[in-house]
């Protein structure tokens, strides 16, 4: 099994082709398999992106976010949103699904739409563990796939750091759990007050990354127990306002786009693929 990154834009200005290839360039000389891309917030044709990604050598991972007041909006929007990300010929599609104030019922109806999408495309679709979404805790996230096993996860676990207020250690069997349907990793570091840490290498932090690290390794085993050929992982931290910044200005305290690789590197080192 290979450990494959990916380089989400989210703190890089992309509003055109030019824009685009520059950072295509950036990414493949930092060593990066491919691109992470949100297509609510991505404004290039699908046509003009494969291109240039293909001239790259890059792949992509393109992310949806289902949006509306009702549960029928947000099967409405998770169909009309798969159907223009599988435009990109993406690796894989990356679901915020649902809303943390439908039913379980409801979100069920989501869940379990999204997974006959992915027998229709022929592609997996993965669901982040988010605030805002009906994955932003474990009990929750537990119940969803109790019911449906077969949902696979994108892992940001900062978020569930923030809800619980903990590093998780003090539910450990159900974080395990959870893992097992973790496929793809958003690697941010999060602490009990806030989803992201000012800079991963300060080492006022350490122990934080340490702990995130040991979780993404279990991601790593669990992947590696299924006979993955790769597990992708997407650096994440992300600009104002997850960044913290200097009072009265919008300038964050740590360079984001090196915080992002800081992991990267990280990760590369320190994550272990079982043999």
């Known amino acids: 099994m ?30 990066y398999q491919g691109t992470e891309l949100f297509l609510p917030f991505y404004p290039i044709s699908s046509a003009a992106t494969l291109k240039a990604h293909q001239e790259h050598d890059l792949a992509i991972i393109t992310g949806i976010g289902t949006d509306g007041d009702t549960p029928q909006q947000h099967l409405e929007s998770l ?3 798969v159907e223009q990300a599988i435009t990109f010929n993406p690796k894989f599609i990356n679901c915020h699904t649902g809303r943390d104030i439908f039913s379980l019922s409801d979100n069920l109806k989501i869940f379990n739409r999204a997974l006959e999408l992915e027998q229709e495309h022929g592609i997996n679709i993965t669901h982040e563990t988010h605030r805002f ?10 119940a969803i796939l109790n019911e449906l096993p077969e949902l696979k996860l994108n892992l940001d676990i900062s978020h ?14 159900r974080v395990d759990a959870l893992l097992k349907s973790a496929f793809h990793v ?4 999060g602490y009990e007050e806030g989803p992201q840490v000012t800079d991963p290498q300060d080492p006022c932090w350490q122990v934080h990354l340490d702990n995130h690290t040991r979780l ?6 669990n992947a590696a127990e299924r006979q993955e050929k790769a597990l992708t992982i997407t650096p994440e931290f992300g600009p104002f306002p997850y960044a913290h910044v200097k009072p009265h200005s919008e300038q964050t305290l740590t360079d984001i786009w090196q915080a992002n690789y800081f992991i990267k590197q990280h990760l590369e080192k320190q994550l272990q693929i079982p043999t």
Do not use: Y
């Not at 990916?6 to 000389?29: D, P, R």
């Not at 979404?133 to 537990?142: A, H, K, Q, S």
């Not at 993404?216 to 085993?221: G, I, L, R, Y």
């Open 2 to 31: 290979q450990l494959s990154f990916h380089k989400s834009f989210w703190e890089a200005q992309c509003n055109n082709e030019q824009e685009l290839n520059g950072l295509l360039t950036k990414i493949k000389q930092e060593g």
């Open 79 to 81: 169909e009309r949103q």
């Open 133 to 142: 979404r009906p994955t932003f805790n474990t009990l929750t996230t537990e």
């Open 160 to 173: 569930w750091m923030v809800v619980h207020e903990s590093d998780l250690s003090d539910q450990q069997a």
């Open 186 to 189: 958003h690697a941010r570091v």
């Open 216 to 221: 993404w390794q279990s991601v790593v085993n």
